[in-house]
């Protein structure tokens, strides 16, 4: 069964290119792939129940809310607790990973990113 990963960026570029990285993936059906320009609008749904995901990709600085916020207030939900969260982001300082990490973060990426990287993220934390 295929696993559903969703995407939240507000840069319509990396939504661009996360979704040709994961052709292969959704084709093989193996993945079910989704994408978020606005996190509010994610967050509302997911909390809400109409949404749910077996992997969740951030971005962190993004307008309406951030992706450590988002990550932190899934954290909270029972429904999301022990979900997988990858952060894709531009803020590799130790000590935003560190607020990750306490928040429960699965991971970090760095933007930018390679298409193999972010394919081989994925398959490790799905163990697919």
Known sequence: MAKK????????TILASAELALEELVQSGQV???T???PQQFLDEAL????DYD???SDINMPQVSGLEVSAKLKQDPR???KPILILTTES????KEKGKAIGVTGWMVKPFSDQKLVKSI???LGI
Do not use: Q, T
Not at 5 to 12: E, G, Y
Not at 48 to 51: A, E, I, L, Q, T
Not at 93 to 96: G, K
């Open 55 to 57: 992997l969740l990709i």
């Open 32 to 34: 079910h792939f989704f």
């Open 5 to 12: 990963v969703i995407l939240v960026d507000d840069s319509r």
């Open 36 to 38: 978020y320009s606005n």
């Open 93 to 96: 300082s130790a000590e935003m």
């Open 123 to 125: 398959k490790m934390v």
């Open 80 to 82: 999301f607790k022990s």
């Open 48 to 51: 809400g129940g109409s949404v």
